[in-house]
């Protein structure tokens, strides 16, 4: 099982470098799964539904995010319309969204992929 992470994806040079590289990662690598985390990929700060959507739609299969989940105050609602994006499954109860995704191979496996974020300070 090959599985491609994409790290911090921040800001609008960020988003549209994943978005060009994508086609020729999954050609070489034949990923099973592709993830990435994408809690600054709108300016540095947060993550927006348009640019959720732009990510999803070029082959990304679930976005995790972290400390700034919140920041883009729309994710509040859209995270619960889509459940490609994972927020941190240590979050108290009540709060939008899950914090774990499962997704369903070719093969007929399943990877479950979980988020936990370190609450410090």
């Given at each position: ?41 709108t ?20 976005l ?6 919140w ?51």
């Amino acid at each position: 099982m090959k599985v491609l992470f994409i790290g911090d994806i921040v800001g609008k040079s960020s988003r549209l470098k994943v978005k060009e590289s994508l086609t020729n990662l999954k050609q070489k690598y034949k990923p099973d799964a592709i993830m990435a985390n994408a809690e600054n990929a709108t300016g540095g700060h947060g993550l927006s539904k348009k640019d959720a959507q732009e990510l999803l739609s070029a082959g990304i299969d679930v976005l995790t995010l972290g400390n700034h989940a919140w920041d883009k105050r729309e994710m509040l609602t859209f995270i619960e319309e889509c459940p490609q994006i994972i927020r941190a499954m240590n979050y108290p109860s009540g709060v939008p969204g899950k914090g774990f995704y499962s997704i369903n191979l070719i093969n007929g496996k399943k990877i479950i992929v979980v988020q936990v974020m370190l609450r410090l300070f």
